[in-house]
């Protein structure tokens, strides 16, 4: 079946450093990718996504790309804020027979502080 | 000019109740999606409709049963409400498209449930 794995958290930084969140995936088909984030006290917004293999999905400083040889789809950001503070999810989509649904990874609590 | 929302954000109830949360979009998408996310906050898909048909079900107990009265809002009833069944539900929805694995989810708030 699909599933995706991340890096366990949290994850404590300070202002202005790099932030790398890990995420590998095994799915059946061409899943799409994504990264979604929650605030606290909200619900999921998404952050990025990239649907083939070589994409580059990117917003608000963060990116990822799509690697199939290495089944990967890992978040980064050269210089994180306090503001990025937030649980971060990668997620897969593979369209089965009428559905399309999003297989989460456990998700990554980031914590940026000054 | 809330995309997805849903009400009630908080429900504390007695087990063996029966309760509804509601969700609505006014994004015009013609599906819709309702996710359970548990005190570790691991996500999974309980539930999908597109154009008001029922198209993933993702072995939830019959105790829960989604009901959408039209494209752009779909209902969650849970009856006998069990302890386990605290949780934050969170509804979805997106626009299909030729390939569909490529479309993107649009999520509400969220509504925490708290069984006693």
């Known amino acids: 079946g699909n599933s995706v794995t991340q890096m366990e958290g949290p994850v404590t930084l300070s202002e202005e450093a790099f932030l790398t969140i890990n995420c590998t995936y095994t799915?059946?088909?061409?899943?799409?990718l994504f990264w979604y984030v929650q605030y606290p006290g909200e619900g999921l917004q998404l952050l990025l996504k990239?649907?083939?293999?070589?994409d580059k999905g990117s917003n608000k400083g963060f990116e990822a790309t799509y690697r199939k040889e290495t089944t990967s789809f890992h978040l980064e950001k050269g210089s994180v804020q306090v503001s990025d503070s937030a649980v971060y999810f990668c997620?897969?989509?593979?369209?089965?027979?009428?559905?399309?649904?999003?297989?989460f990874g456990t998700g990554t609590q980031l914590k940026v502080e000054l | 000019d809330t995309a997805v929302s849903q009400t009630p954000k908080y429900l504390v109830t007695q087990m063996g109740n029966d309760k509804s949360i509601k969700c609505e979009q006014n994004?015009?998408?013609?599906?819709m999606y309702w996710y359970k996310q548990d005190s570790k906050k691991f996500l999974k898909i309980m539930f999908s409709?597109?154009?008001?048909?029922?198209?993933i079900n993702e072995t939830v107990p019959n105790r829960f049963s989604p009901k959408s009265p039209d494209k752009a809002h779909l209902n969650l009833h849970i009856n006998s409400l069990e302890l386990g069944d605290s949780a934050v539900y969170f509804c979805?929805?997106?626009?299909?498209?030729?390939?569909?694995?490529?479309?993107?989810?649009?999520f509400g708030p969220g509504t925490r449930l708290t069984v006693l």
């Open positions: 979805a929805s997106s626009q299909r498209r030729s390939n569909p694995s490529t479309d993107t989810q649009y």
């Open positions: 799915a059946t088909g061409y899943p799409s």
């Open positions: 990239a649907t083939k293999a070589d």
């Open positions: 997620a897969l989509a593979v369209f089965t027979g009428g559905g399309n649904k999003l297989t």
């Open positions: 994004l015009g998408h013609d599906t």
């Open positions: 409709y597109n154009n008001k048909e029922l198209i």
